[in-house]
Structures are given as structure tokens and as C-alpha cells.
């Protein structure tokens, strides 16, 4: 079964048995060795920078957001 499959059949899943779900997967992350915390935060990063490239966006320079972020919370 792929995990678009399982994906799937979990979301058949009353919403009590999907939070019991989740809750047991989140704390399994939780007892992640350094190197497979490691191992996640790598694969993370490198399908966020694929996903950025095929975005074809261009960001917005640091000073820009901060700036910005100020103005909202002031």
C-alpha cells in the first residue's frame, strides 16, 4: 500500500481515531535518534529548496518582511 493509499484509508477515519492517530505518529517523532532528526530535517529542506526552485518565485529581501512584520505588530 503507498502512503497516498494509507493516506487515504486514514482519512475514512472518524475524527476521534484520526486524532488517536496522530497523536501516536507525532510522539513516535518524538523518540527520533539525532541522526534520524537529523535525516528528517535534511530531506525537509532539500523538498522545500526543489519545491522553491519549481515555484519559480523570487522572494522578498529580509529588510522587506521585518519591515513589514514591525508595522503589523506595532
Given at each position: 500500500m503507498s502512503?497516498?493509499?494509507l493516506e487515504a484509508e486514514v482519512?475514512?477515519?472518524g475524527p476521534q481515531a484520526?486524532?488517536?492517530l496522530a497523536q501516536r505518529l507525532l510522539a513516535s517523532l518524538e523518540?527520533?535518534?539525532d541522526d534520524?532528526?537529523?535525516q528528517v530535517w535534511a530531506e525537509e529542506a532539500e523538498r522545500r529548496?526543489?519545491?522553491w526552485d519549481a515555484?519559480?518565485?523570487t522572494g522578498r529581501?529580509?529588510?522587506d518582511v521585518f519591515r513589514d512584520a514591525r508595522a503589523r505588530f506595532s
Open positions: 502512503i497516498d493509499e482519512l475514512k477515519l484520526r486524532a488517536r523518540s527520533l535518534s534520524e532528526n537529523d529548496d526543489v519545491s515555484s519559480g518565485e529581501p529580509a529588510t
